[in-house]
């Protein structure tokens, strides 16, 4: 590439979490960039910015950009999680947890879930999660990171943010690495016949250009919505379109298991030092909402459950809310950034910003968007509850890609695996298997290994991890150990 042909200055628009992490990866990982964040208010209904719970991805994306643990995690407070544990999703049946581990091991040519699927049929093995360690940690809330020869070396763990530390420490290191920070309103957002932005027009009068635009403005996509208004709708398997979030009291600390409790109109949960009620405005109104949730809550966000096909378009990319919107469920919002952001970086555009390379990157962001919406809607389409709202999503044709996947499990108990996925088949095994979603049939695979002996290594693989919990430190005490390591 030419010196002619490279690009020299992006804009990234927006205040939030997102917009910060952008710009501080564009200048890391391509120093060569003169990056300008155009520091608008930040957005009160950009979920990415707003949930305190995120996923593995975020430890990992701070690492690359050369953020340690130390800055990431234990200065700014966060707190570490394991899993989540989903409460009242299957009536009749007890709660279960998504851990960020594998649950057992293969035995012969079998995976584990399908020799747990011939026991379950048999009526004599412990529930799914009993065979995840990291479930194991997370149910006696207690933390270690991944631990060579023990049961307790194969988790990851995403974090509990102390949303306005995480937001401070970022925007510290951007602007450390050479973030240029510039605090304004946009009044106007020009384009061209081609559908390329030409310049943003602030409320003070001032124009500012860049050759690449990223917009990480929330919902609103306010540089995005000026080139197209293009989006497709996912609330038929979706519900919740509505978000109240509210402070946990004083003393809560965070939690390594965070709690998500259905309700006949959607769901809540708590994640130590954050709470919140996801709902169908639908079937439960917001005063409604407001009281479930038993404490003072912010102002509703309203979600539109959905995706931007091409959030990529001539010289400007949504990321975040303005390319995709979902409910919190499972923590994928901000991860959905972060992907975009890597994938951006990955495929840097020239000045010519070819239409192939905006489709590719189109592509990958839709496949990856779109199997994040299966997973979530999984959760509804195979839960169990009587209330209208549950029961009209539960019929709703699923989408194509969840309709394959839950027909090859209901099968014979077999996970196809798509090229973006965001999460593993452990993790598609822990919610189906959790919630009662057995297969018909038991995989052929599993009788190279006896009943008995797969009962005995079950049992030696829970007697193993209950010999090595009680040496492992509760979460606030490990917490509070990386805290005075820090001071000395």
Not at 78 to 98: C, I, K
Not at 332 to 354: E, V, Y
Not at 377 to 387: C, I, L, P, V
């Amino acid at each position: 590439m030419s010196a002619a042909d490279r690009i020299d200055h992006v804009l990234v628009v927006g205040g939030g979490l997102t917009a910060w992490y952008a710009a501080a990866a564009l200048k890391r990982r391509a120093p060569f960039l003169t990056v300008t964040l155009l520091a608008t208010p930040p957005a009160a209904d950009a979920l990415a910015d707003r949930i305190a719970c995120t996923l593995p991805s975020l430890p990992g994306f701070q690492v690359d950009l050369g953020i340690g643990e130390d800055d990431g995690v234990t200065r700014t407070g966060a707190g570490y999680r394991l899993g989540t544990r989903f409460v009242g999703w299957a009536e009749g049946r007890p709660d279960y947890v998504h851990a960020y581990d594998g649950y057992g091991h293969p035995i012969g040519s079998a995976a584990f879930h399908l020799h747990w699927v011939r026991a379950a049929q048999d009526g004599t093995v412990a529930p799914f999660d009993a065979f995840s360690p990291a479930a194991h940690l997370a149910r006696a809330g207690r933390f270690v990171p991944p631990t060579p020869d023990t049961p307790f070396a194969g988790h990851d763990y995403g974090l509990t943010l102390d949303l306005d530390r995480q937001r401070a420490m970022i925007r510290a290191f951007a602007t450390h690495v050479g973030v240029i920070e510039m605090p304004g309103e946009i009044e106007e957002v020009s384009v061209d016949a081609r559908g390329f932005v030409t310049g943003v027009t602030l409320i003070d009068g001032r124009t500012v250009t860049a050759d690449l635009y990223v917009d990480a403005t929330g919902p609103a996509a306010t540089l995005r919505e000026a080139v197209d208004e293009e989006w497709r709708d996912w609330q038929a398997w979706l519900p919740c379109d509505r978000v109240l979030l509210a402070m946990a009291p004083a003393g809560e600390g965070a939690t390594v298991l965070t709690e998500v409790t259905a309700h006949a109109a959607g769901w809540r949960w708590s994640s130590g030092e954050q709470r919140g009620i996801a709902y169908s405005a639908s079937h439960l109104s917001d005063a409604d909402a407001a009281a479930m949730l038993g404490t003072t809550a912010d102002a509703v966000i309203a979600i539109r459950p959905g995706t931007r096909p091409c959030p990529w378009r001539g010289n400007c990319i949504a990321i975040g809310d303005a390319a995709t919107q979902v409910e919190p469920l499972e923590w994928c919002n901000l991860h959905l950034a972060l992907s975009a952001i890597d994938r951006l970086i990955a495929m840097l555009p020239d000045r010519h910003m070819a239409e192939v390379e905006a489709a590719d990157f189109n592509r990958q962001t839709l496949a990856e968007a779109e199997r994040v919406r299966d997973f979530l809607a999984a959760h509804y389409r195979t839960a169990h509850r009587s209330e209208p709202m549950w029961h009209t999503v539960a019929q709703a044709a699923p989408p194509p890609g969840l309709a394959h996947t839950l027909a090859q499990f209901a099968e014979r108990g077999r996970l196809p695996f798509y090229e973006e996925e965001t999460f593993t088949r452990d993790s598609w095994a822990a919610i189906l298997l959790g919630q009662g979603f057995l297969p018909r049939r038991v995989d052929p695979l599993v009788h190279s290994t006896s009943p008995g002996d797969v009962h005995r290594m079950m049992a030696r693989m829970t007697d193993a991890i209950a010999a090595a919990l009680p040496h492992t430190p509760a979460h606030a005490q490990w917490r509070a150990a990386q805290m005075r390591r820090l001071a000395r």
